[in-house]
């Protein structure tokens, strides 16, 4: 009986997707869990693996788009479950040296799924019994991670492909458009890679396998060194990586690394595969440098003396021109995206002032060191940007609001959201209740959530909810810019490079330390005398921060 393979689903807003790229020729024999075709959506790319051993029968054709739940192959004499029989090669039950590592591998299609996205069972095996005390395996699925998240990255695997772990042991890291989450072990046993770093995949899709337990043994099995004569290619094709043979699988790129390969113009034997088998990954062609034309030999056609010879333009004496074509990360995406919406949905004024910082730098260098020695943590000058801010977030409400479905929601509390640049893109952890915190209070929480900004171990929760938000583009040097306002807050304050310039002090000319201020407001519930209030206020409290300390 004909088993359907039907189009699963693969996200929430995802009603359709392509046949990018059919991986089994129709009429060929594929086993179960190996991926078979590549498919396509608006979102990202799925690869889709057979529920069964049996004969691929192809129904829709390579490039089409079709719906969700949509019948698109069937599997001619699947036995769904069902282990494949042992090959005549495997050794016989009563050999001691039968190697039961290689369970599931003398197969070779069984085994690169196993390294590549599908599991080790399947394949033949030798009739000794090699399976784990525990036995079973646990399929680990992506789990939900916040409303609006139906996709993840798998940023890094922390353990590779067949490591033992123990349950609860972390062995990934995941990445979506907002934060990076640690996933952990749901049990002991060896782990079995289903989806490749890089890769992007939807909730609940599993991404890898966990096969119970050791052998019964105790231990898993060395490799035999004297296995028979009749076992000796099999075993050395479930083990290219010591004996050095090639594979089905050397030098064949995965389906990712194959569509980068192509937009590059670049052939797979000109690639060199690290992966598994010596499989081409996607990091190897992302990495993949086209390679020059060979020039022609100087003596091939000799040119005709009595004519000047025809000549191209010729490529420039030095220097490179070749382009590198990389993936946009699933943060960036997103920061693009609501940056275009700001832009386009709130009514966006920027109003600027300078600050004298001269009293606050004389202040700093008098305290610092006490202040180090006693709170442990450096006296810097976003604490006295956040305190000034929340003294003038409560004399002007409206700064400190947002428009939510046609009402303005005031908050008597500041959440200040910090601008962090992150390796992967800019992130904005919030300091909750800002203005009950000391300065020192301050100094410690915007140290330790910039440390986990920069090792990408931020939650959503802990950029999400802040009421207004301080950027601070005068690290890289910048003097003067226009914030823009980070969504559904109504206002940024954004601060710049420290300057010494000449400005009239007492009717005198004086050298002082200057920075701009740049105040991005949403014109919609802010008017212009509350933006350039509140700014000032900012100016007179940080220019006599004897008041931040009084709270006058």
């Known amino acids: 009986m004909a088993l359907e393979i039907k189009i699963p689903a693969v996200g929430e807003s995802i009603t359709e997707v392509t046949i990018a790229k059919w991986l089994k020729k129709d009429g060929e024999a594929v086993k179960r869990d190996e991926v078979i075709a590549e498919l396509e959506s608006d979102k990202a790319t799925f690869e889709l693996p057979a529920e069964a051993d049996g004969i691929l029968k192809i129904r829709v054709a390579e490039g089409e788009t079709i719906g969700i739940g949509t019948t698109i192959a069937e599997?001619?004499?699947?036995?769904?479950g069902t282990p494949a029989a042992p090959t005549p090669a495997a050794a016989p039950a009563s050999d001691p040296t039968a190697d039961p590592i290689n369970k599931g591998e003398e197969n070779p299609k069984a085994s690169d799924q196993a390294g590549y996205g599908?599991?080790?069972e399947g394949g033949a095996a030798p009739a000794a019994p090699a399976a784990p005390a525990t036995g079973g395996t646990t399929e680990m699925k992506i789990p939900a991670v916040g409303e609006s998240i139906t996709e993840v990255t798998v940023a890094k695997w922390l353990k590779p492909d067949g490591a033992q772990v123990e349950r609860d042991e972390v062995i990934a890291e995941l990445?979506?458009?907002?934060?990076?989450?640690?996933?952990?072990?749901?049990?002991a046993g060896t782990l079995r890679h289903a989806v490749k770093e890089g890769e992007t995949i939807s909730i609940g899709a599993t991404i890898a396998r966990i096969e119970g337990g050791v052998t019964s043994g105790g231990a898993p099995a060395a490799p035999a060194a004297t296995a028979p004569a009749a076992a000796a290619p099999t075993a050395a094709l479930a083990q290219p990586a010591a004996s050095g043979a090639a594979t089905y699988a050397t030098g064949v790129p995965s389906p990712a690394a194959g569509k980068i390969l192509g937009e590059k113009g670049i052939a797979a034997a000109d690639v060199a595969g690290t992966g598994r088998d010596g499989r081409i990954t996607k990091e190897d062609a992302q990495n993949a440098q086209a390679k020059p034309a060979a020039p022609a030999p100087a003596a091939a056609v000799p040119a005709p003396t009595t004519q000047a010879p025809v000549t191209s333009n010729p490529a420039?004496?030095?220097?490179?021109?070749?382009?590198?074509?990389?993936?946009?990360?699933?943060?960036?995406?997103?920061?693009?995206?609501?940056?275009?919406?700001?832009?386009?949905?709130t009514a966006m004024l920027t109003t600027f002032n300078e600050v004298n910082m001269q009293p606050i730098m004389d202040l700093r260098n008098k305290f610092k060191d006490k202040f180090k020695e006693?709170?442990?943590?450096?006296?810097?000058f976003m604490s006295f940007f956040t305190k000034a801010v929340c003294v003038a977030l409560k004399e002007w409400p409206a700064v400190n609001a947002q428009i939510d479905n046609g009402e303005i929601l005031y908050s008597d509390f500041c959440d200040i959201s910090i601008a962090v640049s992150a390796p992967k893109g800019l992130v904005v952890p919030v300091i909750r209740n800002a203005e009950q915190l000391s300065f020192d209070g301050i100094e410690k929480e915007v140290v330790r959530l910039a440390t986990l900004a920069r090792d990408n171990k931020l939650t959503i929760e802990q950029m999400s909810g802040g009421t207004f938000t301080i950027t601070n583009g005068g690290v890289f040097g910048s003097m003067l810019s226009t914030p823009i306002i980070n969504a559904p807050q109504s206002a940024i304050l954004?601060?710049?490079?420290?300057?010494?310039?000449?400005i009239a002090e007492n009717?005198?000319?004086?050298?002082?330390?200057?920075m701009y201020l740049a105040l991005s407001y949403d014109h919609r519930i802010i008017d212009g005398r509350e933006s350039v209030s509140f700014l000032v206020r900012v100016k007179e409290l940080l220019e006599d921060p004897t008041r931040l300390l009084l709270g006058v």
């Open 175 to 187: 990445e979506s458009d907002k934060a990076t989450f640690e996933l952990p072990a749901e049990a």
């Open 316 to 345: 420039p004496a030095g220097g490179s021109r070749e382009v590198r074509r990389e993936r946009m990360s699933n943060l960036r995406k997103t920061v693009a995206r609501r940056l275009v919406s700001v832009k386009n949905e």
């Open 494 to 502: 954004g601060m710049h490079n420290i300057i010494q310039r000449p």
């Open 507 to 514: 009717g005198q000319v004086v050298i002082r330390p200057m």
């Open 374 to 380: 006693k709170n442990g943590v450096g006296l810097g």
């Open 118 to 120: 599908g599991t080790p």
């Open 75 to 80: 599997l001619d004499g699947a036995a769904a």
